[in-house]
Each structure stands twice: as C-alpha cells, then as structure tokens.
C-alpha cells in the first residue's frame, strides 16, 4: 500500500468527523460516554485545518493527524485526531504515519503530547514509539514524548 500525507482543507471537516465516530464508538460505547453527535461536534468544533493532515492510502482518504503547536510556553505539539477507517488498522499505516510525523518533531527537538481513551488499543502503538503516560483520569491517559525517543 502506498500512502501519503496532504493538507486538510475545510472540506475535510465532515469526512473526518464521521470516520472519529467510527473509530471512536466502541471505546466510548465502554466508557458509557458514546453520543452519536458530540462525537462528530467535538472534531467540528476543533477542526483545525492548518495543522491537520489528511490521510490517504492508495489514493483514497484513509485517515487523519493533526499536530497542534503547544500553548504553553514549552516548546513541543499535541498530536490529535489521528484516525484511520478500521480496515486499515493493524497493517503498518498507522506506526508509518506516527513515525514521518515523530521524525519532523525530533528535527525540532521538541516534545509531544497526547491523550488517549483508557484501554484503547491505540495506547500500545503511542508506547511503541516512545509515549509514557504523564498522567491519567478515569477516561483519558495523557502522554508524553521527549524528542528523540523512538
């Protein structure tokens, strides 16, 4: 399969939301937290399409990765709404795109910052590439990855 990474445009807004509501129901759904439109108006709302990339595998939308820029005075970037359609987990696409985008922030020397749902699946591939956990609530797990950590 080949891949490749292009700018989100304001159009993508809509595909995007809908494929988190795919990816994102069963652990939602086990946390007791699904909504079918929060879900979808959550990404609306965050949408953010100067630092999204949009996934496309074989020519065709895929997925999704933003990398937001920190707000506090630490250098370094949350990476966000990375989404792949199900049909794709588990076949490389995923650790290929985390790891082209991990090497850009290294470049910088800086840190990068992510929240995940407990239990999700996702965590083990953010541990394979050098996230550890900074902390945790009952619903998410925040992690961390210094530059350079792969």
């Known amino acids: 399969m080949t891949w490749a990474l292009r700018p989100a445009e304001p159009a993508d807004v809509e595909p995007i939301a809908e494929l988190r509501a795919v990816v994102m129901r069963p652990d939602l759904e086990r946390l007791g ?9 959550r990404l609306r709302d965050a ?3 100067q630092h999204t990339s949009v996934i496309e595998a074989d020519g065709v939308f895929a997925g999704s990765i933003a990398l937001r820029p920190s707000e506090t005075e630490e250098k370094g970037h949350w990476l966000e ?11 490389g696409l995923g650790s290929a795109v985390l790891r082209a985008v991990l090497t850009r922030t290294d470049a910088d020397g800086e840190r990068v910052r992510l929240n995940v749902l407990q239990g999700s699946p996702a965590r083990r591939l953010y541990e394979r590439h050098g996230f550890t956990v900074e902390s945790q609530d009952p619903v998410d ?8 950590r792969a």
Request: charged share 25%; hydrophobic share 30%.
């Open 33 to 41: 937290r699904f909504d079918e439109h929060r879900v979808r108006q």
């Open 47 to 49: 949408f953010c399409p």
């Open 81 to 91: 709404h990375f989404y792949l359609g199900p049909e794709l987990q588990g076949r």
């Open 141 to 148: 797990v925040f992690m961390v990855r210094p530059p350079g």
